[in-house]
């Protein structure tokens, strides 16, 4: 008997009511609308209320995928957390989301540190445990950035968003079909990208927490660019090669929204028509592991995606790491 296709039969998001703009952050540091549309493309960004965590906006986009999935969160057999910004260093979000999701005493586990490729490496992670194990499994990307970053860091800050995205992940007639996936890490380019203090190699010191260096974030800017639109390029095609299809047969590409220009430049590498690629870096900026889970279920309610559609995900995070997928919608 064949068996149901396995891939995302819910999508949920969570987005902070607050917004804070170009010209919010121009007056508080040395910058202005014009340098950061110019080099980023981005306009403003979601800010998390002062009372909420990263399991707020965990569990608020989690509840939305479950409900989309026709699920509760009683029929969920495992939950993945992609997140650089986890609740706490230990124990992970994951562990905080099971009990506020009230889900069984399911495996639970986050990916972080894996920048914003963690959510695409989530669902092809997820993707095997079902194929395996016969399994639902919430796949949750979020993050919280604005919360930990150095607010005087104007090459950063002005960067990033809070947020959250989810999906659920099974076995079903009516998934979107994950057809393919696949992903990869450089860590020869551990220095390019990052938040190195607060592990073992650089302890998190009361030197350092004066001179804030917890906070900073180490990225060197041209060179991330650089490499984030080789490897989006090069996996994009990649995953496509492995499902047997071109590019002429993507609807849709989702890519990570971290800066317009590495998203025009990933468009022109791979010859795409403006129109086939997302973008919602401009509203949301960068929202790292949230990144693609917000922009898959935005272009979803915009009516971007419709029955039949090939969707292409590429990402790429501090490692270097990379990861894309394919779905049939
Ligand atoms: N406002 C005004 N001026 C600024 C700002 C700011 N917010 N930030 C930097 N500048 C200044 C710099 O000091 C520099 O001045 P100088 O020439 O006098 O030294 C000048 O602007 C140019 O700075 P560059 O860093 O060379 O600017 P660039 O064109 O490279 O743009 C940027 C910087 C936007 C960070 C770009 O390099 C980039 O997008 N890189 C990739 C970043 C990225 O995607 N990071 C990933 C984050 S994590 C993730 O997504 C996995």
């Known amino acids: 008997?064949?068996?149901?296709?396995?891939?995302?039969?819910?999508?949920g998001a969570y987005l902070p009511e607050r917004v804070m703009t170009n010209a919010d952050w121009?007056?508080?540091?040395?910058?202005?609308?014009?340098?950061?549309?110019?080099?980023?493309?981005?306009?403003?960004?979601?800010?998390?209320?002062?009372?909420?965590?990263?399991?707020?906006?965990?569990?608020?986009?989690?509840?939305?995928?479950?409900?989309?999935a026709g699920l509760t969160a009683q029929d969920l057999d495992e939950i993945i957390v992609a997140s650089d910004t986890p609740e706490t260093y230990s124990p992970d979000t994951a562990a905080f989301l099971q009990h506020r999701l009230g889900a069984r005493e399911i495996t639970s586990y986050d990916?972080?540190?894996?920048?914003?490729?963690?959510?695409?490496?989530?669902?092809?992670?997820?993707?095997?445990?079902?194929?395996?194990?016969?399994?639902?499994?919430?796949?949750?990307?979020?993050?919280?950035?604005?919360?930990?970053?150095?607010?005087?860091?104007?090459?950063?800050?002005i960067l990033f968003g809070d947020g959250a995205g989810a999906a659920v992940v099974g076995a079903s007639p009516r998934a979107a079909?994950?057809?393919?996936?696949t992903a990869g890490t450089d860590g020869s380019q551990t220095d390019i990208l990052g938040c190195p203090v607060g592990g073992t190699r650089y302890p998190f010191?009361?030197?350092?927490a004066e001179k804030r260096e917890h906070q900073k974030l180490v990225m060197k800017g041209s060179k991330v660019f650089k490499e984030a639109v080789t490897r989006m390029s090069a996996a994009s095609r990649q995953v496509l090669a492995e499902a047997g299809l071109t590019l002429d047969d993507v609807d849709l590409v989702v890519p990570h929204q971290a800066n317009q220009?590495?998203?025009?430049?990933?468009?022109?590498?791979?010859?795409?028509?403006?129109?086939?690629?997302?973008v919602n870096v401009d509203r949301l900026g960068n929202t790292g592991s949230a990144s693609i889970?917000?922009?898959?279920?935005q272009?979803?309610?915009?009516?971007?995606?419709?029955?039949?559609?090939?969707?292409?995900?590429t990402s790429f995070g501090a490692g270097f790491h990379w990861a894309a997928l394919l779905l049939r919608f």
């Open 1 to 11: 008997m064949a068996q149901d296709p396995i891939g995302l039969i819910g999508l």
């Open 26 to 68: 121009a007056q508080r540091l040395d910058t202005s609308d014009e340098w950061i549309t110019r080099r980023t493309g981005i306009k403003e960004r979601r800010l998390a209320r002062d009372d909420q965590t990263t399991l707020d906006l965990a569990a608020a986009a989690a509840e939305s995928a479950i409900a989309d």
């Open 111 to 157: 990916l972080g540190g894996s920048g914003c490729a963690g959510f695409v490496l989530g669902l092809d992670i997820a993707r095997a445990r079902v194929r395996d194990r016969r399994r639902t499994i919430l796949v949750v990307g979020v993050e919280l950035l604005s919360r930990l970053m150095d607010w005087t860091d104007r090459h950063a800050c």
């Open 177 to 181: 079909r994950i057809l393919a996936a």
């Open 205 to 208: 010191t009361l030197e350092r």
């Open 261 to 278: 220009r590495i998203i025009q430049a990933v468009g022109q590498v791979l010859e795409l028509p403006e129109e086939k690629v997302f």
């Open 293 to 297: 889970p917000l922009a898959l279920w």
């Open 299 to 313: 272009a979803r309610e915009a009516g971007r995606i419709k029955p039949g559609d090939l969707v292409l995900l």
